[in-house]
C-alpha cells in the first residue's frame, strides 16, 4: 500500500518460536491456543494466503488484519479486509494495522507484522505514534495468551 510506513516484521520470531516447539521446549498447545474470536475473524475477514501452516501442515494460514488509532474510536480492535484498509487510509490521518496469521485447523496463530497506514504518509507530515515493543507489538488481541506468558517468564 502507498502510505504503508514503520514496517515491523515477526518473521524472526516466527522461526524462533517453531525452533522451541522442534526443541521439545515449548508444547503444541502453547503455540496452538487462537481464541475463537481470532478464528472467527479469521473466517469472516481473513484474508487467504498459499502459506501452509507450519505446526500441521494440512490447511493454508489466513492473515487477519486488525486496526487501532485514535480516530476510530469505538472501530478500534476490529478486524478488516485487506479491501478496506486503502479506503480506510484515504479517510483517515494515521492507524495502525496487525497482521495475525491464523491455522483453522490446529489453531496455531502468531502476530506476522504491524505497520501505519493513513493520509499522513502522503504529504511526509505526522511521525508515527508511541514506539511498540519490538517483542509485544502491543496487541493484546493478536497476541495469544500463552505467548504473553512466555515473554513474562523470560522477563
Not at 503444541?28 to 481464541?35: F, I, L, Q, R
Not at 486488525?66 to 487510509?89: F, H, N
Not at 493520509?119 to 508515527?128: I, K, N, S, V
Request: proline content about 4%; hydrophobic content about 35%; charged content about 25%.
Amino acid at each position: 500500500m502507498r502510505t504503508q510506513r514503520q514496517v515491523v516484521d515477526y518473521s524472526l520470531q516466527k522461526r524462533a518460536v517453531l525452533r522451541e516447539l522442534l526443541a521439545g521446549r515449548v508444547g503444541t498447545y502453547d503455540v496452538c491456543d487462537a481464541s475463537p474470536y481470532l478464528k472467527n475473524a479469521a473466517r469472516f475477514h481473513g484474508e487467504p494466503t498459499d502459506e501452509r501452516c507450519p505446526i500441521c501442515r494440512s490447511e493454508n494460514l489466513i492473515h487477519v488484519h486488525y486496526i487501532y488509532g485514535d480516530e476510530l474510536k469505538q472501530s478500534a480492535g476490529q478486524a478488516r479486509t485487506l479491501a478496506e484498509l486503502p479506503v480506510l487510509a484515504m479517510t483517515l490521518r494515521e492507524f495502525q494495522v496487525f497482521v495475525v496469521e491464523v491455522c483453522l485447523g490446529c489453531d496455531w496463530n502468531h502476530l506476522v507484522e504491524q505497520f501505519l497506514l493513513g493520509r499522513d504518509g502522503l504529504t511526509g507530515g505526522g511521525e508515527g505514534g508511541p514506539d511498540q515493543d519490538a517483542v509485544g507489538g502491543g496487541n493484546a488481541a493478536a497476541t495469544a495468551p500463552a505467548t504473553r506468558r512466555r515473554r513474562e517468564a523470560q522477563r
